[in-house]
């Protein structure tokens, strides 16, 4: 079953201006991912955020993670046009290799 | 970074043809690949675990008998969409993981496969 959630959001924003996505998911985690996916291709893979941490920094990204509350933040800082891709965050459980997918969030970052 | 193919990129086919899916990992062995399907602005649904050398697991709902997966070597994976419909037209991704990068799957470009 799919774990990770987050509200499927279509975030539009300025150039320069800051991107921030959540993630929702229900049950005890190894580790939490993100992704980024361009239209119609494959999926690439932005960071991994393991359920010990709570922060972590990757260039422009910042992830945060909440195992209390069961959430993570994605945080795309001075955004670019590049950026416009779809978002997914995709959890990972101890003892298996199978990930679980949220919905994604869409940003448009207009030039 | 390690790279996953994915053969043929887009694919269209008649109702009732089957369609084969080719998964590579191209400078790793993986013995353990996964199979995704999309859907359009949907998100990406785990089908099946491909394991090198034995049967694939599938997920709840998927049909084994139509979604054929064999993984015969350890940089090769396999989907076959057997007796395809309309209803199976979607975004295939396979997924690779890398024994030597713990946790991290890497992503093939997809297939857009489209039955008429």
């Known amino acids: 079953s799919q774990q990770g959630e987050e509200d499927p959001q279509a975030l539009s924003i300025q150039e320069g201006e800051n991107a921030t996505m959540n993630c929702s998911y229900k049950?005890?985690?190894?580790?939490l991912q993100w992704y980024r996916q361009n239209s119609g291709r494959g999926l690439v893979h932005l960071i991994l955020?393991?359920?010990?941490?709570r922060e972590k920094h990757s260039g422009r990204l910042r992830v945060t993670l909440d195992t209390s509350k069961k959430s993570s933040s994605l945080l795309i800082t001075a955004s670019r046009a590049a950026d416009t891709a779809s978002y997914f965050c995709?959890?990972?459980?101890?003892?298996?290799?199978?990930?679980?997918f949220g919905k994604g969030n869409q940003v448009v970052v207009i030039p | 970074g390690a790279v996953v193919s994915q053969h043929p990129s887009w694919v269209i086919c008649k109702s009732g043809t089957s369609v084969k899916i080719e998964c590579r990992s191209l400078?790793?062995?993986?013995?353990?690949m996964f199979w995704y399907r999309q859907f359009p602005k949907q998100s990406l649904m785990l089908m099946a675990t491909?394991?090198?050398?034995?049967?694939?697991?599938?997920e709840q709902g998927v049909e084994k008998d139509k979604f054929l997966i064999n993984h015969a070597s350890l940089t090769l994976s396999t989907l076959t969409v057997t007796s395809a419909h309309p209803e199976d037209s979607s975004f295939y991704i396979c997924?690779?993981?890398?024994?030597?990068?713990?946790?991290?799957?890497?992503f093939g470009p997809g297939t857009r496969l489209t039955v008429t």
């Open positions: 049950t005890s985690i190894n580790n």
């Open positions: 995709a959890t990972a459980f101890y003892g298996n290799n199978r990930l679980a």
């Open positions: 491909s394991n090198e050398g034995s049967k694939a697991t599938y």
């Open positions: 997924s690779a993981r890398d024994p030597a990068q713990n946790y991290e799957q890497y």
């Open positions: 400078d790793f062995q993986a013995t353990t």
């Open positions: 955020i393991r359920s010990n941490e």
